[in-house]
Protein backbone atom coordinates (compact mmCIF):
# COMPACT_ATOMS: atom_id res chain seq x y z
CA UNK A 1 0.00 0.00 0.00
CA UNK A 2 1.36 3.78 -1.17
CA UNK A 3 2.53 5.29 1.71
CA UNK A 4 0.83 8.68 2.67
CA UNK A 5 2.70 11.98 1.62
CA UNK A 6 2.07 15.53 0.67
CA UNK A 7 1.92 15.85 -3.18
CA UNK A 8 3.26 19.41 -2.76
CA UNK A 9 2.24 21.68 -5.36
CA UNK A 10 -0.44 19.80 -7.42
CA UNK A 11 -1.39 20.88 -10.35
CA UNK A 12 0.32 23.55 -10.04
CA UNK A 13 2.97 24.76 -12.75
CA UNK A 14 6.17 26.74 -12.87
CA UNK A 15 4.84 30.35 -13.56
CA UNK A 16 1.79 30.41 -10.46
CA UNK A 17 4.99 29.24 -8.16
CA UNK A 18 6.97 32.28 -9.22
CA UNK A 19 3.47 34.30 -9.13
CA UNK A 20 2.67 33.02 -5.48
CA UNK A 21 6.55 33.80 -4.19
CA UNK A 22 6.43 37.17 -5.49
CA UNK A 23 3.08 37.57 -3.70
CA UNK A 24 3.94 36.42 -0.46
CA UNK A 25 7.55 38.40 -1.04
CA UNK A 26 5.70 41.94 -1.79
CA UNK A 27 2.72 41.69 1.16
CA UNK A 28 5.41 40.35 4.06
CA UNK A 29 7.95 43.71 2.74
CA UNK A 30 4.51 45.48 2.93
CA UNK A 31 3.89 44.17 6.21
CA UNK A 32 7.28 44.79 7.56
CA UNK A 33 7.27 48.56 6.17
CA UNK A 34 3.84 48.80 7.97
CA UNK A 35 5.23 47.67 11.70
CA UNK A 36 8.16 49.80 10.84
CA UNK A 37 6.02 53.23 10.26
CA UNK A 38 3.75 51.66 12.99
CA UNK A 39 6.96 51.90 15.43
CA UNK A 40 8.23 54.76 14.75
CA UNK A 41 5.69 56.68 15.90
CA UNK A 42 6.22 55.40 19.32
CA UNK A 43 9.92 56.76 19.61
CA UNK A 44 9.32 59.72 18.71
CA UNK A 45 12.48 60.72 20.98
CA UNK A 46 15.05 59.31 22.97
CA UNK A 47 13.61 57.86 26.21
CA UNK A 48 14.87 55.92 28.88
CA UNK A 49 14.97 52.36 28.36
CA UNK A 50 14.52 50.18 31.28
CA UNK A 51 13.87 46.12 31.63
CA UNK A 52 13.60 44.56 34.77
CA UNK A 53 11.73 41.06 36.21
CA UNK A 54 12.13 39.63 32.99
CA UNK A 55 10.82 36.07 34.18
CA UNK A 56 7.99 37.44 36.08
CA UNK A 57 7.40 39.59 32.71
CA UNK A 58 7.31 37.14 30.48
CA UNK A 59 5.38 34.28 33.23
CA UNK A 60 2.82 37.19 32.97
CA UNK A 61 3.14 36.69 28.65
CA UNK A 62 2.55 32.93 28.91
CA UNK A 63 -0.56 33.35 31.20
CA UNK A 64 -2.31 36.39 30.08
CA UNK A 65 -1.21 37.10 26.53
CA UNK A 66 -0.84 33.39 25.38
CA UNK A 67 -3.25 31.50 28.02
CA UNK A 68 -5.71 34.01 27.66
CA UNK A 69 -6.26 34.34 31.25
CA UNK A 70 -8.38 37.12 31.68
CA UNK A 71 -10.06 36.35 28.24
CA UNK A 72 -11.39 32.89 29.09
CA UNK A 73 -13.29 34.72 32.42
CA UNK A 74 -16.15 35.04 29.83
CA UNK A 75 -17.99 32.29 28.23
CA UNK A 76 -18.50 32.73 25.08
CA UNK A 77 -16.16 35.97 24.03
CA UNK A 78 -13.62 33.50 25.65
CA UNK A 79 -14.21 30.26 23.98
CA UNK A 80 -14.35 32.19 20.23
CA UNK A 81 -11.34 33.92 20.69
CA UNK A 82 -9.19 31.04 22.06
CA UNK A 83 -10.97 28.84 18.79
CA UNK A 84 -9.61 31.83 16.65
CA UNK A 85 -6.14 32.16 18.08
CA UNK A 86 -5.14 28.89 17.95
CA UNK A 87 -6.84 27.47 15.12
CA UNK A 88 -4.34 30.50 13.70
CA UNK A 89 -1.57 29.64 15.64
CA UNK A 90 -2.19 25.78 14.34
CA UNK A 91 -2.71 27.07 10.81
CA UNK A 92 0.74 28.54 10.78
CA UNK A 93 2.55 26.18 12.05
CA UNK A 94 1.32 23.80 9.67
CA UNK A 95 1.79 26.42 6.49
CA UNK A 96 5.62 26.60 7.73
CA UNK A 97 6.04 22.84 8.07
CA UNK A 98 4.55 22.81 4.04
CA UNK A 99 7.52 25.24 3.43
CA UNK A 100 9.86 23.39 5.34
CA UNK A 101 8.58 19.89 3.48
CA UNK A 102 8.54 21.37 -0.12
CA UNK A 103 11.43 24.11 -0.38
CA UNK A 104 14.08 22.36 2.51
CA UNK A 105 13.18 18.29 2.26
CA UNK A 106 12.72 18.16 -1.10
CA UNK A 107 14.92 20.95 -2.84
CA UNK A 108 17.86 20.04 -0.79
CA UNK A 109 17.72 16.51 0.79
CA UNK A 110 15.68 14.71 -2.19
CA UNK A 111 12.61 13.49 0.68
CA UNK A 112 9.95 14.30 2.31
CA UNK A 113 9.29 15.70 5.95
CA UNK A 114 5.16 14.72 5.71
CA UNK A 115 4.72 11.49 5.38
CA UNK A 116 3.60 8.21 7.04
CA UNK A 117 1.99 9.28 10.29
CA UNK A 118 3.08 12.15 10.71
CA UNK A 119 1.20 13.14 7.66
CA UNK A 120 -2.14 11.83 8.75
CA UNK A 121 -1.73 13.89 12.01
CA UNK A 122 -0.81 16.52 9.98
CA UNK A 123 -3.96 16.21 7.80
CA UNK A 124 -6.43 15.68 10.83
CA UNK A 125 -5.09 18.36 12.57
CA UNK A 126 -5.21 21.07 10.10
CA UNK A 127 -8.50 20.43 8.70
CA UNK A 128 -9.93 20.17 12.43
CA UNK A 129 -8.63 23.54 13.60
CA UNK A 130 -9.44 24.65 10.32
CA UNK A 131 -13.11 24.01 11.08
CA UNK A 132 -12.23 25.34 14.49
CA UNK A 133 -11.43 28.95 12.79
CA UNK A 134 -14.27 28.92 10.69
CA UNK A 135 -16.30 28.18 13.83
CA UNK A 136 -14.98 31.27 15.83
CA UNK A 137 -15.11 33.45 12.94
CA UNK A 138 -18.93 32.31 12.77
CA UNK A 139 -19.69 33.48 16.11
CA UNK A 140 -17.58 36.96 16.00
CA UNK A 141 -19.72 37.74 13.49
CA UNK A 142 -22.94 36.48 14.89
CA UNK A 143 -21.73 38.50 18.39
CA UNK A 144 -20.71 41.53 16.34
CA UNK A 145 -22.63 41.79 13.58
CA UNK A 146 -26.00 40.07 14.96
CA UNK A 147 -26.46 40.52 18.26
CA UNK A 148 -24.77 43.71 17.94
CA UNK A 149 -23.13 44.20 21.10
CA UNK A 150 -22.22 47.69 22.33
CA UNK A 151 -19.17 46.88 23.58
CA UNK A 152 -17.80 46.46 20.19
CA UNK A 153 -16.48 48.59 17.41
CA UNK A 154 -17.99 48.36 13.76
CA UNK A 155 -15.64 50.07 11.34
CA UNK A 156 -13.69 48.99 8.28
CA UNK A 157 -10.85 47.44 9.50
CA UNK A 158 -12.85 44.23 11.75
CA UNK A 159 -15.35 44.19 8.36
CA UNK A 160 -12.26 43.89 6.25
CA UNK A 161 -10.08 41.24 8.24
CA UNK A 162 -12.66 38.84 9.58
CA UNK A 163 -14.29 38.64 6.05
CA UNK A 164 -10.63 38.38 4.42
CA UNK A 165 -10.06 35.93 7.15
CA UNK A 166 -12.71 33.59 6.44
CA UNK A 167 -12.27 33.69 2.52
CA UNK A 168 -8.66 32.37 2.99
CA UNK A 169 -9.56 29.33 5.21
CA UNK A 170 -12.69 28.59 3.20
CA UNK A 171 -10.53 28.76 -0.13
CA UNK A 172 -7.71 26.40 1.43
CA UNK A 173 -10.21 23.79 1.90
CA UNK A 174 -11.70 24.07 -1.30
CA UNK A 175 -8.62 23.91 -3.43
CA UNK A 176 -7.84 20.93 -1.08
CA UNK A 177 -11.02 19.29 -2.11
CA UNK A 178 -10.94 19.99 -5.37
CA UNK A 179 -7.21 17.98 -5.24
CA UNK A 180 -9.04 15.38 -3.39
CA UNK A 181 -11.89 14.95 -5.91
CA UNK A 182 -9.09 14.40 -8.78
CA UNK A 183 -6.63 12.44 -6.86
CA UNK A 184 -8.56 10.16 -4.55
CA UNK A 185 -5.94 9.00 -2.64
CA UNK A 186 -6.35 6.24 -0.73
CA UNK A 187 -5.81 8.68 2.68
CA UNK A 188 -8.05 10.96 1.90
CA UNK A 189 -10.44 10.25 5.01
CA UNK A 190 -7.53 12.00 7.46
CA UNK A 191 -8.56 15.03 5.70
CA UNK A 192 -12.29 14.91 7.21
CA UNK A 193 -13.40 18.40 6.32
CA UNK A 194 -11.49 18.42 2.49
CA UNK A 195 -13.22 15.05 2.02
CA UNK A 196 -16.66 15.93 2.54
CA UNK A 197 -16.45 19.13 0.52
CA UNK A 198 -14.56 16.60 -2.20
CA UNK A 199 -17.44 14.35 -2.13
CA UNK A 200 -20.01 17.47 -2.30
CA UNK A 201 -18.35 18.63 -5.78
CA UNK A 202 -18.39 14.77 -7.14
CA UNK A 203 -22.31 15.19 -6.60
CA UNK A 204 -22.03 17.87 -9.44
CA UNK A 205 -19.98 15.36 -11.44
CA UNK A 206 -17.89 18.20 -13.09
CA UNK A 207 -15.26 17.05 -15.55
CA UNK A 208 -11.37 16.32 -14.61
CA UNK A 209 -10.14 19.43 -16.66
CA UNK A 210 -12.94 21.57 -15.25
CA UNK A 211 -11.87 20.82 -11.03
CA UNK A 212 -7.68 21.35 -12.89
CA UNK A 213 -8.67 24.98 -13.98
CA UNK A 214 -10.75 26.19 -10.74
CA UNK A 215 -8.43 24.43 -8.36
CA UNK A 216 -5.35 26.63 -10.36
CA UNK A 217 -7.61 29.76 -10.05
CA UNK A 218 -8.17 29.24 -6.28
CA UNK A 219 -5.06 28.34 -5.41
CA UNK A 220 -3.88 31.69 -6.74
CA UNK A 221 -6.83 33.65 -5.28
CA UNK A 222 -5.90 31.80 -1.79
CA UNK A 223 -2.08 33.07 -2.69
CA UNK A 224 -3.45 36.84 -3.36
CA UNK A 225 -6.33 36.65 -0.30
CA UNK A 226 -2.85 35.73 2.05
CA UNK A 227 -0.74 38.88 0.45
CA UNK A 228 -3.29 41.10 1.15
CA UNK A 229 -3.44 40.21 4.95
CA UNK A 230 0.09 40.84 5.10
CA UNK A 231 0.20 43.70 3.58
CA UNK A 232 -2.90 45.47 5.60
CA UNK A 233 -2.32 43.95 8.89
CA UNK A 234 -0.46 46.69 10.04
CA UNK A 235 -2.98 49.29 9.61
CA UNK A 236 -6.00 47.08 10.87
CA UNK A 237 -7.08 46.46 14.62
CA UNK A 238 -5.74 43.23 14.18
CA UNK A 239 -2.37 44.43 14.68
CA UNK A 240 -2.89 43.89 18.53
CA UNK A 241 -1.68 39.90 17.11
CA UNK A 242 1.72 42.16 18.00
CA UNK A 243 1.09 44.93 20.18
CA UNK A 244 -0.79 43.09 22.38
CA UNK A 245 1.46 40.43 23.81
CA UNK A 246 4.24 43.07 24.00
CA UNK A 247 2.41 45.49 26.24
CA UNK A 248 1.10 42.29 28.54
CA UNK A 249 5.36 41.95 28.68
CA UNK A 250 6.28 45.44 29.55
CA UNK A 251 3.30 46.46 32.06
CA UNK A 252 4.03 46.75 35.43
CA UNK A 253 4.86 44.07 37.57
CA UNK A 254 6.50 46.47 40.92
CA UNK A 255 4.98 44.62 44.03
CA UNK A 256 1.86 47.13 44.40
CA UNK A 257 0.96 48.39 40.54
CA UNK A 258 -2.29 49.74 41.44
CA UNK A 259 -0.16 52.72 43.21
CA UNK A 260 0.03 56.32 41.38
CA UNK A 261 3.25 56.68 39.56
CA UNK A 262 5.22 59.94 41.40
CA UNK A 263 5.78 62.77 39.32
CA UNK A 264 9.33 62.78 38.63
CA UNK A 265 11.30 65.79 38.86
CA UNK A 266 8.90 67.85 39.63
CA UNK A 267 10.61 70.80 40.99
CA UNK A 268 12.84 70.92 37.61
CA UNK A 269 9.90 69.84 35.26
CA UNK A 270 8.49 73.01 32.91
CA UNK A 271 5.38 70.97 32.13
CA UNK A 272 3.15 68.71 33.99
CA UNK A 273 1.12 65.56 33.09
CA UNK A 274 -0.19 64.53 29.56
CA UNK A 275 -1.68 67.54 27.62
CA UNK A 276 -0.24 66.96 24.15
CA UNK A 277 0.97 63.92 22.71
CA UNK A 278 4.06 64.61 22.68
CA UNK A 279 3.83 64.20 26.24
CA UNK A 280 3.35 60.32 26.07
CA UNK A 281 6.00 58.06 26.61
CA UNK A 282 7.10 55.61 24.21
CA UNK A 283 5.32 53.25 26.57
CA UNK A 284 2.22 55.07 26.74
CA UNK A 285 2.16 54.66 23.02
CA UNK A 286 2.73 51.32 23.08
CA UNK A 287 0.14 50.85 25.39
CA UNK A 288 -3.05 51.97 23.62
CA UNK A 289 -1.97 51.39 20.27
CA UNK A 290 -2.38 47.21 22.27
CA UNK A 291 -5.94 47.86 22.32
CA UNK A 292 -8.75 45.04 21.23
CA UNK A 293 -11.31 47.38 21.81
CA UNK A 294 -13.21 44.44 23.52
CA UNK A 295 -15.11 46.95 25.34
CA UNK A 296 -14.78 44.99 28.57
CA UNK A 297 -13.79 48.18 30.42
CA UNK A 298 -16.75 49.83 29.37
CA UNK A 299 -19.20 47.03 30.65
CA UNK A 300 -17.33 47.80 34.32
CA UNK A 301 -16.87 51.45 34.46
CA UNK A 302 -19.51 52.94 36.83
CA UNK A 303 -18.97 56.35 35.30
CA UNK A 304 -20.16 55.53 31.73
CA UNK A 305 -23.23 53.94 33.68
CA UNK A 306 -23.86 56.67 35.68
CA UNK A 307 -23.75 58.66 32.49
CA UNK A 308 -20.92 61.03 32.39
CA UNK A 309 -18.88 61.39 28.98
CA UNK A 310 -16.54 58.85 30.02
CA UNK A 311 -16.21 55.84 28.23
CA UNK A 312 -12.71 54.45 29.01
CA UNK A 313 -12.59 52.25 25.60
CA UNK A 314 -13.26 55.36 23.70
CA UNK A 315 -10.49 57.41 25.58
CA UNK A 316 -8.19 55.02 24.82
CA UNK A 317 -9.29 54.76 21.47
CA UNK A 318 -8.97 58.25 20.72
CA UNK A 319 -5.87 58.64 22.01
CA UNK A 320 -4.62 55.57 19.76
CA UNK A 321 -6.30 57.28 16.48
CA UNK A 322 -4.90 60.88 17.09
CA UNK A 323 -1.52 59.20 17.42
CA UNK A 324 -2.21 57.07 14.33
CA UNK A 325 -3.79 59.91 12.81
CA UNK A 326 -0.47 62.78 13.47
CA UNK A 327 1.55 59.87 11.96
CA UNK A 328 -0.72 59.75 8.71
CA UNK A 329 -1.48 56.17 9.12
CA UNK A 330 -5.27 55.10 8.76
CA UNK A 331 -7.19 54.59 12.49
CA UNK A 332 -10.80 53.35 13.22
CA UNK A 333 -12.37 56.68 13.35
CA UNK A 334 -13.25 55.88 10.12
CA UNK A 335 -17.00 53.69 10.09
CA UNK A 336 -17.09 54.76 13.53
CA UNK A 337 -18.92 52.66 16.14
CA UNK A 338 -21.95 50.90 16.97
CA UNK A 339 -23.80 53.30 19.36
CA UNK A 340 -23.41 56.14 16.54
CA UNK A 341 -19.94 57.29 18.38
CA UNK A 342 -18.03 59.13 15.80
CA UNK A 343 -14.62 60.70 17.22
CA UNK A 344 -13.53 64.25 15.73
CA UNK A 345 -9.59 63.19 14.98
CA UNK A 346 -7.67 65.46 13.42
CA UNK A 347 -4.12 66.48 12.93
CA UNK A 348 -2.89 69.14 15.44
CA UNK A 349 -5.72 68.55 17.76
CA UNK A 350 -5.01 69.89 21.08
CA UNK A 351 -5.05 66.19 22.91
CA UNK A 352 -6.87 67.70 26.17
CA UNK A 353 -9.38 69.68 25.87
CA UNK A 354 -9.77 68.57 22.51
CA UNK A 355 -9.32 65.09 21.59
CA UNK A 356 -10.75 64.11 25.21
CA UNK A 357 -12.69 66.63 26.50
CA UNK A 358 -12.06 68.32 30.28
CA UNK A 359 -15.55 66.88 31.52
CA UNK A 360 -14.24 63.35 30.44
CA UNK A 361 -10.95 63.44 32.51
CA UNK A 362 -12.55 64.59 35.53
CA UNK A 363 -15.43 61.86 35.64
CA UNK A 364 -12.80 59.13 36.53
CA UNK A 365 -13.50 57.92 40.10
CA UNK A 366 -10.14 56.14 40.03
CA UNK A 367 -11.76 52.61 40.43
CA UNK A 368 -9.14 51.03 38.51
CA UNK A 369 -12.58 48.64 37.50
CA UNK A 370 -11.14 49.03 34.12
CA UNK A 371 -7.61 47.88 34.55
CA UNK A 372 -8.51 45.20 36.46
CA UNK A 373 -10.73 44.32 33.83
CA UNK A 374 -8.38 44.87 30.54
CA UNK A 375 -7.46 41.68 29.07
CA UNK A 376 -3.89 42.86 27.85
CA UNK A 377 -3.38 45.52 31.05
CA UNK A 378 -3.61 48.95 29.52
CA UNK A 379 -3.77 51.52 32.60
CA UNK A 380 -6.66 53.58 32.08
CA UNK A 381 -6.14 55.62 35.64
CA UNK A 382 -2.70 56.78 34.86
CA UNK A 383 -3.59 58.02 31.96
CA UNK A 384 -6.39 60.11 33.07
CA UNK A 385 -4.56 61.42 36.25
CA UNK A 386 -1.53 62.37 34.20
CA UNK A 387 -4.04 64.48 32.44
CA UNK A 388 -5.67 66.05 35.42
CA UNK A 389 -2.37 66.96 36.45
CA UNK A 390 -1.86 68.55 33.08
CA UNK A 391 -5.53 70.52 33.72
CA UNK A 392 -4.33 71.42 37.46
CA UNK A 393 -0.50 72.25 36.87
CA UNK A 394 0.03 73.13 34.09
CA UNK A 395 -3.55 74.89 32.09
CA UNK A 396 -4.86 75.87 35.49
CA UNK A 397 -8.59 74.22 33.84
CA UNK A 398 -10.48 72.81 36.91
CA UNK A 399 -14.37 72.51 37.94
CA UNK A 400 -14.86 74.92 40.34
CA UNK A 401 -15.63 72.23 42.90
CA UNK A 402 -12.50 71.25 42.92
CA UNK A 403 -11.02 74.38 43.02
CA UNK A 404 -12.91 75.13 46.31
CA UNK A 405 -11.24 71.52 47.32
CA UNK A 406 -8.18 72.67 46.52
CA UNK A 407 -8.19 76.00 48.00
CA UNK A 408 -9.32 74.09 51.37
CA UNK A 409 -6.66 71.79 51.16
CA UNK A 410 -4.19 74.66 51.18
CA UNK A 411 -6.13 76.76 53.35
CA UNK A 412 -7.13 74.54 56.52
CA UNK A 413 -5.49 71.17 55.57
CA UNK A 414 -8.96 69.64 54.69
CA UNK A 415 -11.16 69.47 51.65
CA UNK A 416 -13.83 70.77 53.93
CA UNK A 417 -12.47 74.43 54.84
CA UNK A 418 -13.21 73.60 58.60
CA UNK A 419 -10.69 75.32 61.24
CA UNK A 420 -7.72 73.19 61.98
CA UNK A 421 -8.15 73.77 65.19
CA UNK A 422 -11.83 72.28 65.36
CA UNK A 423 -10.39 68.99 64.80
CA UNK A 424 -10.30 67.73 68.68
CA UNK A 425 -13.72 69.34 69.34
CA UNK A 426 -15.65 66.28 68.52
CA UNK A 427 -14.25 64.49 71.43
CA UNK A 428 -15.26 67.50 74.31
CA UNK A 429 -16.64 65.64 76.95
CA UNK A 430 -15.76 62.02 76.08
CA UNK A 431 -13.08 61.91 78.80
CA UNK A 432 -11.01 60.23 76.53
CA UNK A 433 -6.90 60.65 77.66
CA UNK A 434 -4.42 62.15 74.87
CA UNK A 435 -1.73 59.62 74.46
CA UNK A 436 1.22 62.18 74.82
CA UNK A 437 -0.21 62.49 77.76
CA UNK A 438 -0.69 59.19 79.21
CA UNK A 439 0.57 56.56 76.62
CA UNK A 440 0.13 52.85 76.14
CA UNK A 441 -3.14 51.49 74.87
CA UNK A 442 -5.26 50.80 72.17
CA UNK A 443 -5.43 53.74 69.69
CA UNK A 444 -8.63 54.32 67.52
CA UNK A 445 -7.80 55.06 63.55
CA UNK A 446 -10.35 58.34 62.43
CA UNK A 447 -9.28 60.19 59.46
CA UNK A 448 -10.37 63.61 58.47
CA UNK A 449 -14.14 62.82 58.07
CA UNK A 450 -14.41 61.68 61.01
CA UNK A 451 -12.39 64.33 62.64
CA UNK A 452 -13.87 67.76 60.72
CA UNK A 453 -17.06 66.33 59.06
CA UNK A 454 -19.68 67.20 61.68
CA UNK A 455 -22.78 65.08 60.31
CA UNK A 456 -20.10 61.84 60.41
CA UNK A 457 -19.22 62.74 63.91
CA UNK A 458 -21.99 61.88 66.86
CA UNK A 459 -21.33 57.72 64.67
CA UNK A 460 -18.22 57.88 65.83
CA UNK A 461 -18.45 59.04 69.56
CA UNK A 462 -19.90 55.52 70.54
CA UNK A 463 -16.90 53.71 69.16
CA UNK A 464 -14.30 55.97 71.01
CA UNK A 465 -16.23 55.73 74.37
CA UNK A 466 -15.73 51.73 74.06
CA UNK A 467 -12.68 50.51 76.52
CA UNK A 468 -9.99 49.22 74.38
CA UNK A 469 -8.30 45.97 75.26
CA UNK A 470 -7.30 45.43 78.64
CA UNK A 471 -9.22 49.16 79.60
CA UNK A 472 -6.14 50.84 77.92
CA UNK A 473 -6.61 53.36 75.06
CA UNK A 474 -6.76 56.86 74.08
CA UNK A 475 -6.10 60.07 71.36
CA UNK A 476 -3.54 61.58 69.46
CA UNK A 477 -4.00 65.10 69.33
CA UNK A 478 -4.20 67.21 66.42
CA UNK A 479 -1.15 69.67 65.21
CA UNK A 480 -1.64 73.16 64.40
CA UNK A 481 -3.34 72.39 61.06
CA UNK A 482 -5.10 69.61 62.41
CA UNK A 483 -3.19 67.01 61.56
CA UNK A 484 -2.42 64.14 63.79
CA UNK A 485 1.01 64.72 65.62
CA UNK A 486 3.22 61.36 66.06
Known amino acids: MLEPFRDSLWNIPAWAVVVMYVSQGVGVLAMIYGFARRASLYFQDAQEWKLDNVGTRLRHTLVYAVGQA ?37 LFFDSKLLRGNLY ?36 WGWRMMLGLLFAINLTGFLVEALRLAVVEPPWQGWSPVGYAMALAIDLFSPGEAVLRGTHLALWLFHALLVM ?31 ALRPISDIEEAESWGLGRLEDLSWRQRLMVDACTECGRCQAVCPAWAAGTPLNPKYLIVDLRNQMLAEGGLPHSAIGGFGEGYRPDIRRGAQLVGEVISDDTVWACTTCRACVYECPVFIEHVDLIVDMRRYLVMDAGRTPEGINLTLRNLERTGNPWGHPPGDRMKWAEGLDVPIMKEKGGGGLPLLGGMCGQLRRAQPEDRPCVCAPAPGGRGGLRRAGPRGELQR
Open 228 to 258: VFWGVLPYTPLVHLVTSPLNVFLARVEPHPQ
Open 120 to 155: RVYEITLDLFGLFFLVGLGMAVKRRYVDRSTRLSYD
Open 70 to 106: KLATQKFPGLMHAMMFWAFVVLFMGTVLATVDQDIME
